[in-house]
Protein backbone atom coordinates (compact mmCIF):
# COMPACT_ATOMS: atom_id res chain seq x y z
CA UNK A 1 0.00 0.00 0.00
CA UNK A 2 1.22 3.36 -0.56
CA UNK A 3 1.35 5.27 2.43
CA UNK A 4 -0.02 9.21 2.24
CA UNK A 5 2.17 10.66 5.24
CA UNK A 6 0.69 13.06 7.30
CA UNK A 7 2.06 16.91 8.28
CA UNK A 8 3.46 16.66 11.56
CA UNK A 9 4.28 13.32 11.55
CA UNK A 10 6.11 11.38 14.40
CA UNK A 11 9.23 12.53 15.67
CA UNK A 12 12.27 11.30 18.05
CA UNK A 13 12.71 12.41 21.18
CA UNK A 14 15.09 15.36 21.80
CA UNK A 15 15.79 18.25 23.82
CA UNK A 16 15.41 22.28 22.65
CA UNK A 17 17.78 25.21 23.57
CA UNK A 18 16.47 28.20 21.36
CA UNK A 19 18.33 30.99 20.11
CA UNK A 20 16.34 34.18 20.69
CA UNK A 21 16.25 36.08 17.66
CA UNK A 22 14.44 39.62 17.93
CA UNK A 23 11.36 40.44 15.71
CA UNK A 24 9.86 43.89 15.19
CA UNK A 25 6.98 43.78 18.46
CA UNK A 26 3.33 43.86 17.56
CA UNK A 27 0.99 46.24 19.88
CA UNK A 28 0.12 44.77 23.19
CA UNK A 29 -3.36 43.01 23.43
CA UNK A 30 -4.16 43.56 19.72
CA UNK A 31 -6.14 40.48 17.36
CA UNK A 32 -8.68 41.33 15.12
CA UNK A 33 -9.46 38.16 13.64
CA UNK A 34 -12.70 37.29 11.56
CA UNK A 35 -14.11 33.96 11.50
CA UNK A 36 -14.80 33.96 7.60
CA UNK A 37 -15.57 29.77 7.96
CA UNK A 38 -17.20 28.55 4.94
CA UNK A 39 -21.40 27.60 5.90
CA UNK A 40 -22.67 24.55 5.06
CA UNK A 41 -18.94 22.51 5.74
CA UNK A 42 -19.63 19.65 7.71
CA UNK A 43 -17.01 16.75 7.35
CA UNK A 44 -14.68 18.96 5.71
CA UNK A 45 -10.94 20.34 6.68
CA UNK A 46 -8.84 23.08 4.89
CA UNK A 47 -5.49 22.30 4.57
CA UNK A 48 -4.37 24.97 2.90
CA UNK A 49 -4.94 29.02 1.63
CA UNK A 50 -2.55 30.59 -0.51
CA UNK A 51 -3.36 33.96 -1.99
CA UNK A 52 -1.78 36.16 -5.05
CA UNK A 53 -2.86 39.10 -7.05
CA UNK A 54 -6.20 39.85 -5.01
CA UNK A 55 -7.66 35.80 -5.51
CA UNK A 56 -7.26 33.88 -2.45
CA UNK A 57 -8.06 30.35 -2.54
CA UNK A 58 -8.71 27.38 0.02
CA UNK A 59 -8.17 23.88 -0.46
CA UNK A 60 -8.61 20.68 1.92
CA UNK A 61 -11.17 17.36 1.77
CA UNK A 62 -14.58 16.37 3.23
CA UNK A 63 -15.37 12.96 4.15
CA UNK A 64 -18.87 11.34 4.32
CA UNK A 65 -21.26 8.26 3.73
CA UNK A 66 -20.30 9.35 -0.02
CA UNK A 67 -17.09 9.44 -0.75
CA UNK A 68 -14.91 6.27 -0.07
CA UNK A 69 -13.61 7.64 1.83
CA UNK A 70 -12.38 11.55 0.89
CA UNK A 71 -13.61 13.94 -1.88
CA UNK A 72 -11.48 17.17 -2.61
CA UNK A 73 -12.59 20.75 -1.91
CA UNK A 74 -11.25 24.36 -3.30
CA UNK A 75 -12.90 27.06 -2.34
CA UNK A 76 -12.45 30.63 -3.51
CA UNK A 77 -12.63 33.67 -1.66
CA UNK A 78 -15.11 36.56 -3.47
CA UNK A 79 -17.52 39.81 -2.47
CA UNK A 80 -19.65 37.28 -1.94
CA UNK A 81 -18.13 35.18 0.59
CA UNK A 82 -16.39 31.31 -0.28
CA UNK A 83 -17.29 29.64 -3.63
CA UNK A 84 -16.21 25.86 -4.55
CA UNK A 85 -16.28 25.84 -8.54
CA UNK A 86 -17.01 22.52 -9.84
CA UNK A 87 -14.02 19.74 -9.16
CA UNK A 88 -12.64 17.44 -11.61
CA UNK A 89 -12.11 14.49 -9.13
CA UNK A 90 -14.92 13.26 -7.26
CA UNK A 91 -12.38 11.35 -5.07
CA UNK A 92 -9.77 12.13 -2.99
CA UNK A 93 -7.61 14.82 -1.62
CA UNK A 94 -5.40 18.31 -2.09
CA UNK A 95 -3.08 19.00 0.24
CA UNK A 96 -1.09 21.73 -0.73
CA UNK A 97 -1.88 24.95 -2.84
CA UNK A 98 -0.11 27.39 -5.17
CA UNK A 99 -1.42 30.66 -6.19
CA UNK A 100 0.86 32.44 -8.47
CA UNK A 101 -1.68 35.03 -10.19
CA UNK A 102 -5.83 34.85 -10.76
CA UNK A 103 -5.25 32.40 -13.63
CA UNK A 104 -2.42 30.14 -12.37
CA UNK A 105 -3.75 28.31 -9.76
CA UNK A 106 -2.20 25.01 -8.95
CA UNK A 107 -3.25 21.77 -6.10
CA UNK A 108 -1.86 19.33 -5.21
CA UNK A 109 -2.82 15.43 -3.17
CA UNK A 110 -4.01 12.08 -3.76
CA UNK A 111 -6.94 10.45 -5.38
CA UNK A 112 -8.43 7.04 -3.76
CA UNK A 113 -8.79 3.97 -6.00
CA UNK A 114 -11.85 2.58 -5.86
CA UNK A 115 -13.90 -0.67 -7.59
CA UNK A 116 -17.52 -0.89 -7.56
CA UNK A 117 -17.99 2.20 -4.95
CA UNK A 118 -15.26 0.77 -2.64
CA UNK A 119 -12.13 2.32 -1.84
CA UNK A 120 -8.78 -0.08 -2.17
CA UNK A 121 -6.03 1.95 -0.48
CA UNK A 122 -4.32 2.49 -3.60
CA UNK A 123 -3.48 6.06 -4.38
CA UNK A 124 -2.78 7.77 -7.12
CA UNK A 125 -1.28 11.45 -7.96
CA UNK A 126 -4.04 14.49 -8.11
CA UNK A 127 -2.99 17.40 -10.07
CA UNK A 128 -5.48 20.44 -10.30
CA UNK A 129 -4.96 23.50 -11.96
CA UNK A 130 -7.38 26.40 -12.11
CA UNK A 131 -7.11 28.94 -15.32
CA UNK A 132 -9.38 31.60 -14.29
CA UNK A 133 -12.28 29.82 -15.18
CA UNK A 134 -12.18 25.87 -14.42
CA UNK A 135 -10.32 23.20 -12.38
CA UNK A 136 -8.85 20.83 -15.09
CA UNK A 137 -6.93 17.52 -14.15
CA UNK A 138 -3.16 17.89 -15.48
CA UNK A 139 -1.09 14.32 -15.44
CA UNK A 140 2.42 14.53 -14.77
CA UNK A 141 4.80 11.95 -16.56
CA UNK A 142 5.60 9.53 -13.57
CA UNK A 143 8.14 6.68 -14.84
CA UNK A 144 6.43 3.93 -17.12
CA UNK A 145 5.50 1.25 -14.99
CA UNK A 146 4.38 3.34 -11.73
CA UNK A 147 1.16 1.41 -9.75
CA UNK A 148 0.71 4.20 -6.98
CA UNK A 149 1.60 7.77 -6.66
CA UNK A 150 1.24 10.53 -4.56
CA UNK A 151 1.44 14.30 -3.88
CA UNK A 152 2.70 16.51 -1.49
CA UNK A 153 3.65 19.61 -2.17
CA UNK A 154 3.40 22.19 -4.68
CA UNK A 155 4.64 25.69 -5.47
CA UNK A 156 5.78 28.13 -7.74
CA UNK A 157 8.66 30.35 -8.64
CA UNK A 158 8.67 34.15 -9.46
CA UNK A 159 8.72 33.49 -12.97
CA UNK A 160 5.72 31.32 -12.71
CA UNK A 161 7.28 28.12 -12.91
CA UNK A 162 5.53 25.46 -11.08
CA UNK A 163 7.32 22.59 -8.71
CA UNK A 164 5.55 19.55 -7.57
CA UNK A 165 7.08 16.37 -5.02
CA UNK A 166 5.51 13.33 -4.51
CA UNK A 167 6.37 10.02 -4.74
CA UNK A 168 5.53 6.86 -6.77
CA UNK A 169 5.58 2.63 -6.40
CA UNK A 170 6.33 0.13 -8.64
CA UNK A 171 4.76 -2.94 -9.69
CA UNK A 172 6.67 -4.42 -7.00
CA UNK A 173 6.11 -2.34 -4.38
CA UNK A 174 9.30 -0.12 -4.25
CA UNK A 175 9.35 3.62 -3.10
CA UNK A 176 10.66 6.45 -4.81
CA UNK A 177 10.12 10.26 -4.76
CA UNK A 178 9.81 12.43 -7.11
CA UNK A 179 10.42 16.50 -8.22
CA UNK A 180 8.60 17.63 -11.13
CA UNK A 181 8.81 21.08 -12.89
CA UNK A 182 6.99 22.83 -15.59
CA UNK A 183 9.02 25.93 -17.05
CA UNK A 184 6.50 29.24 -17.10
CA UNK A 185 5.07 29.95 -20.89
CA UNK A 186 6.63 27.66 -23.80
CA UNK A 187 4.86 23.93 -24.41
CA UNK A 188 4.00 23.84 -20.76
CA UNK A 189 5.78 20.19 -20.39
CA UNK A 190 7.43 18.62 -17.46
CA UNK A 191 10.54 17.66 -16.52
CA UNK A 192 11.72 14.96 -13.81
CA UNK A 193 14.05 16.73 -11.59
CA UNK A 194 16.18 14.41 -9.22
CA UNK A 195 14.19 14.20 -5.89
CA UNK A 196 16.78 12.41 -3.43
CA UNK A 197 16.02 15.18 -0.67
CA UNK A 198 17.97 13.44 2.03
CA UNK A 199 14.60 13.50 4.04
CA UNK A 200 12.01 10.44 4.61
CA UNK A 201 9.00 12.81 3.87
CA UNK A 202 8.65 16.25 2.75
CA UNK A 203 5.58 18.68 3.44
CA UNK A 204 5.90 21.75 1.83
CA UNK A 205 8.09 23.36 -0.83
CA UNK A 206 9.15 26.84 -0.90
CA UNK A 207 10.61 28.03 -4.12
CA UNK A 208 14.14 30.64 -4.52
CA UNK A 209 16.38 31.80 -7.26
CA UNK A 210 17.75 28.96 -8.27
CA UNK A 211 15.94 26.20 -6.71
CA UNK A 212 13.24 25.26 -3.69
CA UNK A 213 13.51 24.05 -0.25
CA UNK A 214 11.68 21.52 0.78
CA UNK A 215 10.45 20.54 4.52
CA UNK A 216 9.66 17.83 6.47
CA UNK A 217 11.51 15.45 8.67
CA UNK A 218 14.46 17.99 8.22
CA UNK A 219 15.27 20.92 5.67
CA UNK A 220 16.89 20.28 2.08
CA UNK A 221 17.27 22.60 -0.31
CA UNK A 222 17.45 21.84 -4.60
CA UNK A 223 20.18 24.00 -6.47
CA UNK A 224 19.11 22.64 -9.92
CA UNK A 225 21.09 19.89 -10.03
CA UNK A 226 21.28 17.72 -6.67
CA UNK A 227 19.95 18.42 -2.88
CA UNK A 228 21.94 19.14 -0.05
CA UNK A 229 20.52 18.20 3.71
CA UNK A 230 20.17 21.49 5.71
CA UNK A 231 22.52 21.76 8.90
CA UNK A 232 20.08 22.49 11.41
CA UNK A 233 20.76 23.80 14.88
CA UNK A 234 22.40 21.75 17.77
CA UNK A 235 19.61 19.57 19.42
CA UNK A 236 17.35 20.47 16.58
CA UNK A 237 18.26 17.41 14.55
CA UNK A 238 14.87 15.72 15.37
CA UNK A 239 12.81 18.79 14.36
CA UNK A 240 9.49 18.11 12.23
CA UNK A 241 8.79 21.10 10.09
CA UNK A 242 5.47 21.60 7.92
CA UNK A 243 5.66 24.96 7.15
CA UNK A 244 8.07 27.69 5.04
CA UNK A 245 8.11 31.30 4.26
CA UNK A 246 10.51 33.91 3.10
CA UNK A 247 10.74 37.01 5.02
CA UNK A 248 10.33 39.44 2.05
CA UNK A 249 12.10 42.71 3.90
CA UNK A 250 15.40 40.76 4.96
CA UNK A 251 14.90 37.68 2.22
CA UNK A 252 15.33 35.18 5.24
CA UNK A 253 14.01 31.80 4.84
CA UNK A 254 11.81 30.83 7.95
CA UNK A 255 10.55 27.23 8.98
CA UNK A 256 8.13 26.27 11.35
CA UNK A 257 7.19 22.80 13.18
CA UNK A 258 7.67 20.70 16.13
CA UNK A 259 10.40 18.69 18.32
CA UNK A 260 9.25 16.13 20.91
CA UNK A 261 9.55 16.87 24.13
CA UNK A 262 9.95 14.78 27.12
CA UNK A 263 7.97 16.96 29.61
CA UNK A 264 5.75 18.98 26.99
CA UNK A 265 4.98 15.75 24.33
CA UNK A 266 5.65 17.90 21.79
CA UNK A 267 7.49 21.85 21.47
CA UNK A 268 6.86 24.76 18.62
CA UNK A 269 9.98 24.79 16.33
CA UNK A 270 10.82 27.99 14.65
CA UNK A 271 13.82 28.24 12.46
CA UNK A 272 15.46 30.81 10.50
CA UNK A 273 18.69 31.22 7.63
CA UNK A 274 19.79 34.18 7.42
CA UNK A 275 21.92 32.86 4.72
CA UNK A 276 25.05 31.84 6.26
CA UNK A 277 23.45 29.54 8.93
CA UNK A 278 20.03 28.72 10.33
CA UNK A 279 19.34 29.56 13.86
CA UNK A 280 16.46 28.89 15.98
CA UNK A 281 13.93 31.15 17.05
CA UNK A 282 12.51 31.28 20.91
CA UNK A 283 9.17 30.08 21.33
CA UNK A 284 7.31 29.20 23.96
CA UNK A 285 8.30 25.99 26.62
CA UNK A 286 4.53 24.92 26.10
CA UNK A 287 2.60 21.90 24.20
CA UNK A 288 2.05 22.54 20.97
CA UNK A 289 3.28 22.23 17.14
CA UNK A 290 3.21 24.57 14.33
CA UNK A 291 2.21 23.92 11.03
CA UNK A 292 2.55 26.90 8.96
CA UNK A 293 4.21 30.31 9.00
CA UNK A 294 3.98 33.58 7.34
CA UNK A 295 4.84 37.50 7.67
CA UNK A 296 2.07 40.42 8.03
CA UNK A 297 2.29 43.20 6.23
CA UNK A 298 4.52 44.76 8.64
CA UNK A 299 7.26 42.17 8.33
CA UNK A 300 6.36 40.17 11.55
CA UNK A 301 5.97 36.80 11.78
CA UNK A 302 2.83 35.05 12.64
CA UNK A 303 2.59 31.15 13.03
CA UNK A 304 -0.45 28.83 13.30
CA UNK A 305 -0.75 25.01 14.79
CA UNK A 306 -2.42 23.34 17.11
CA UNK A 307 -2.37 22.23 20.73
CA UNK A 308 -4.04 19.21 22.63
CA UNK A 309 -3.10 20.90 26.45
CA UNK A 310 -6.22 22.67 27.47
CA UNK A 311 -3.63 25.06 29.43
CA UNK A 312 -2.86 26.12 26.55
CA UNK A 313 -5.33 26.20 24.30
CA UNK A 314 -9.36 25.08 25.32
CA UNK A 315 -9.93 24.76 21.81
CA UNK A 316 -6.68 23.19 19.56
CA UNK A 317 -5.80 26.48 18.03
CA UNK A 318 -2.40 27.51 18.36
CA UNK A 319 -0.88 30.98 17.40
CA UNK A 320 2.26 32.89 18.01
CA UNK A 321 2.82 35.83 17.10
CA UNK A 322 5.42 38.97 18.39
CA UNK A 323 4.11 40.14 21.75
CA UNK A 324 5.54 43.72 22.97
CA UNK A 325 9.05 42.89 23.64
CA UNK A 326 9.40 41.09 20.49
CA UNK A 327 9.00 37.88 21.69
CA UNK A 328 7.10 35.52 19.67
CA UNK A 329 3.94 34.51 22.37
CA UNK A 330 1.13 32.35 22.32
CA UNK A 331 -1.80 35.44 23.20
CA UNK A 332 -3.81 35.09 19.73
CA UNK A 333 -7.11 32.64 20.13
CA UNK A 334 -9.03 33.43 16.38
CA UNK A 335 -12.62 32.70 17.53
CA UNK A 336 -14.26 29.81 16.39
CA UNK A 337 -10.72 28.21 15.57
CA UNK A 338 -9.96 24.34 16.03
CA UNK A 339 -6.58 23.18 14.60
CA UNK A 340 -5.15 25.44 12.19
CA UNK A 341 -2.76 24.14 8.85
CA UNK A 342 -1.85 26.93 7.45
CA UNK A 343 -1.19 30.44 7.04
CA UNK A 344 -0.91 33.03 4.17
CA UNK A 345 -0.45 37.14 3.99
CA UNK A 346 -2.60 39.29 1.01
CA UNK A 347 -0.96 42.05 -0.74
CA UNK A 348 -2.84 44.52 1.62
CA UNK A 349 -1.30 42.64 5.11
CA UNK A 350 -4.46 40.49 5.93
CA UNK A 351 -3.75 37.09 7.24
CA UNK A 352 -5.31 33.88 6.37
CA UNK A 353 -5.54 31.19 8.74
CA UNK A 354 -7.60 27.37 7.89
CA UNK A 355 -8.29 24.29 9.19
CA UNK A 356 -10.55 22.93 11.73
CA UNK A 357 -13.95 24.39 13.24
CA UNK A 358 -13.45 24.22 17.25
CA UNK A 359 -15.24 21.18 19.03
CA UNK A 360 -13.32 18.52 17.19
CA UNK A 361 -13.73 14.89 19.05
CA UNK A 362 -11.48 12.30 19.16
CA UNK A 363 -9.16 14.74 16.42
CA UNK A 364 -11.58 15.72 13.95
CA UNK A 365 -12.97 19.16 13.48
CA UNK A 366 -17.05 19.15 12.87
CA UNK A 367 -16.35 21.63 10.13
CA UNK A 368 -13.96 23.77 7.75
CA UNK A 369 -12.83 27.21 9.86
CA UNK A 370 -11.16 29.76 7.82
CA UNK A 371 -10.33 33.38 9.74
CA UNK A 372 -8.59 36.38 8.67
CA UNK A 373 -6.79 38.76 10.64
CA UNK A 374 -5.93 42.67 9.68
Same mark, same amino acid.
Given at each position: ?149 ? $? =????? *??? @?????? #???? !?? &? ?116 ? $? =????? *??? @?????? #???? !?? &? ?63
Amino acid at each position: MFLFLPRAATAVAIGLVAVVVAVSPATAGTSNWRDISPPGSEDSVLRDVETAGGATWAIGLRTDATTHPFAPVAMLWTRNGWQAPPQPADQGRLDDLTVYAPDQVWAAGTRNETVDGTEKGHGHALLQHWNGAAWNEVTLPFPEGTDQSA $L =SAVDT *DTN @GSVWVY #GGYA !DA &AGEYFPALFRRNAGGSGQWTLLPADTGLTWVSRLKAVPGGVYAVGDGISRFDGTSWTRQSMPPKLDGAMFDGIAIRATTNEVWAAGYIRDETLGRRPVIVRYDGSSWRAVRTPAETGQ $L =SDITF *DGS @GRPIAV #GESW !DP &AVSQNGNYVLTPGPRGSLTHDEEPPGAGYLYAAATDSTGRTWTVGGRAGAENGISPSAYAGIRR
